[in-house]
């Protein structure tokens, strides 16, 4: 009664046909339970913004404007730091405490842009700045916005990567915001993937008031944090692979983390699993679930864990009829999200048509999937895809790949906005 996450694992198909070897879908669900305002934990972020050059004018300005906007939701708990980086990173505002609202203000109006990109000096000096105040209970995140290319310093995918890994594992989400159309997007989408945070791609710097909001009404809604699943598959069963999010697999037994876990919002890890031939009336033990995380209202360390059976029948018309639409939709998408990206490396390597009508399958795999299960989802992924596959010209693409990108991360993690 006190867990402040409900667990929800459903096979896609609850009943198996009996006497054969199979794939089966195992979609485990996580949902925050609602959270009272005054349960709220306390903020630690940290704004990393990129002062290049390029984000001279409107763009430094909206940036400004953004993080005065943050300001008046934070509460004097909640810890605030800026760091602006061009050749080297800089910190502009050191963690200060948020009641210290003229001290931050002026701060942010002495920000100016000017110089090069270096992105990996200010994440770091920004994870610095963090550290200060880095607690369990708090709500730690970075939030990266970038409008240009890292030139100056590390800035390969490996390097980034192993930076936003380490960061992920004491606690720290890095959030990141593609600003404008000259952005390494592959870097910021494995920066935001590897900490378990959002990654947005904003066109016009007009609109970041919009997104630093629908990113602060994250922040306030953080129930759980430290979130470990483990799946053990029993009886036989072998685990094949996790779709769409990273996972340690050893032998039957595999383990994804998440970092939070929002309020009233669910979040799914995707399994693929091979169920060996059983007989028919028999029932199945195939896994166990168990989740440990963190509660955010009461400090403490909480876990929740399912048993997940099968029945198995010979009459494929009983496997048809229980059918979950709900797992099968999933797996629809994330198969849909695979294809996508292999539509991406195509294009990246110049084959237009062989991107192009890999998206048009998926347009196809797409509609039939949502007439089959009654999905709305599925008909807006199909006309992304639809979309995308009639923008891979070479004047279109620079945005074009920079949108897949963001709809593939949104759908991979499930990211509410």
């Known amino acids: 009664m006190n867990a402040q996450i409900e667990l929800n694992a459903a096979l896609a198909t609850p009943i198996i046909l009996a006497g054969q070897k199979q794939k089966a879908y195992l979609r485990i669900g996580l949902t925050g339970h609602r959270l009272k305002n005054e349960k709220v934990a306390p903020l630690n972020v940290v704004l990393v913004i990129d002062k290049s050059s390029s984000m001279q004018g409107e763009k430094i300005r909206q940036a400004k404007e953004a993080a005065l906007m943050v300001l008046e939701r934070l509460r004097k708990n909640d810890i605030f730091s800026v760091v602006t980086y061009d050749h080297r990173g800089e910190i502009l505002l050191p963690a200060t405490p948020a009641q210290e609202k003229d001290i931050i203000k002026t701060t942010l109006n002495r920000m100016r842009a000017g110089g090069q990109t270096a992105l990996y000096d200010g994440i770091e000096k920004g994870a610095k700045e963090i550290q200060k105040f880095l607690n369990r209970n708090r709500i ?16 390969s995918l490996d390097e980034l990567g192993e930076l936003a890994t380490s960061l992920g594992q004491e606690n720290i989400v890095i959030t990141t915001i593609g600003l404008g159309l000259s952005y390494h997007e592959d870097l910021l989408t494995v920066l935001a993937k590897k900490s378990d945070g959002n ?69 799914y890890v995707l399994v693929e699993l091979e169920v060996p031939p059983c007989h028919a009336t028999e029932k199945h033990v195939l896994a166990g679930v168990a989740v440990v ?31 979950n639409r709900i797992v099968m939709t999933a797996v629809a998408e994330q198969l849909a999200v695979e294809k996508n990206k292999q539509a991406v490396k195509l294009r990246d390597e110049g084959e237009i048509k062989n991107a192009q009508q890999l998206l048009l399958n998926n347009v196809d795999f797409l509609s039939e999937e949502a007439a089959k299960y009654g999905s709305e989802n599925l008909k807006k992924l199909k006309e992304i895809n639809l979309k995308d596959a009639n923008h891979l010209d070479q004047k279109s693409w620079v945005k074009q790949r920079k949108s897949m990108r963001r709809q593939q991360y949104k759908s991979e993690t499930q990211q509410n906005y």
Not at 140 to 155: E, F
């Open 140 to 155: 730690n995140r970075i939030i990266l916005i970038s409008d240009g290319q890292a030139n100056v310093g590390p800035n």
């Open 199 to 267: 990654h947005i791609f904003v066109e016009q710097a007009s609109n970041l008031v919009h997104f630093f909001d629908f990113e602060f009404s994250d922040l306030f809604s953080v129930v759980a944090q430290e979130v470990t699943i483990t799946l053990i598959g029993v009886n036989g069963v072998r685990i094949i692979r996790v779709l769409g999010r990273e996972a340690t697999i050893q032998g039957q037994e595999i383990s994804v983390k998440l970092n939070q876990l929002y309020s009233c919002y669910e979040k």
């Open 293 to 323: 995380y963190r509660k955010m209202n009461a400090c403490t360390t909480d876990r929740v864990s399912t048993i997940v059976t099968a029945s198995f029948s010979e009459s494929p018309e009983k496997v048809e009829e229980k059918t």
